[in-house]
Each structure stands twice: as structure tokens, then as C-alpha cells.
């Protein structure tokens, strides 16, 4: 059984930085790609930034040049290091890991408060 626990959430000033981790149970090479979506009350689950296998990134509009998606191989985790954050940052954060279905973590919450 496949697990993603995500951590790193928290309470942040605006303008402030949050770095959340998402380590698997196997090796994040047994994935084709992990990225990091959020999600606000009432609103769908949206894509913030994808790492492929191939070490490619993307990431969504609103985040770029503020969030950087990483991964340490070794300890099979994946980073979002966010910075210059804002109030519409405020989301419950999800790990996704994809290979032949999707996994999901349980989501760690990021508050920017104004």
C-alpha cells in the first residue's frame, strides 16, 4: 500500500515562507510524477506545481517564481519551498504521486494571514 504523509503546514505572515515535505513509502522513482495541488472551501482541487520522473517542473500561474517544487531521491520526498506568500495561498495542501493510478495525501493546511 502506497502512503504519502505530508508536513509542514502552518500559520504564516504574508510575504513569509513555508517549505512543505511529502515522503513516500517506496521509492519516488516508482512514480512518472508527485506534484502539490490545493484546495480552498467550495472550490475544486487545483494543480500548483508538478515534478516528472525526469525531473521536469511546471508550475501553476499564480505560483511562479514564488514556489519551487524539489525532490530528494534518496529519502524518497518531495518539497514545495513557497515564499513571498499570500493571504490567497490559504489552502489545504495535497501531495499527488501518479503511476498506473493516483495517490493522494491527506493534506496539510497553510494558513497566510494578512
Known amino acids: 500500500q502506497v502512503q504519502l504523509v505530508e508536513s509542514g503546514g502552518g500559520l504564516v505572515q504574508a510575504g513569509g515562507s513555508l517549505t512543505l515535505s511529502c515522503a513516500a513509502s517506496i521509492s519516488i522513482y516508482s512514480f512518472s510524477h508527485m506534484g502539490w495541488y490545493r484546495q480552498t472551501p467550495g472550490n475544486q482541487r487545483e494543480s500548483v506545481a508538478v515534478?516528472?520522473?525526469?525531473?521536469?517542473?511546471s508550475y501553476a500561474s499564480a505560483v511562479k517564481g514564488r514556489f519551487t517544487v524539489s525532490r530528494d531521491n534518496a529519502k524518497n520526498t518531495v518539497y514545495l519551498q513557497m515564499n513571498s506568500l499570500k493571504p490567497e495561498d490559504t489552502a489545504v495542501y495535497y501531495c499527488?504521486?501518479?503511476?498506473?493510478?493516483?495517490?493522494w495525501g491527506q493534506g496539510t493546511q497553510v494558513t497566510v494571514s494578512a
Open positions: 515534478i516528472t520522473y525526469g525531473g521536469t517542473t
Open positions: 499527488k504521486a501518479k503511476n498506473i493510478r493516483d495517490y
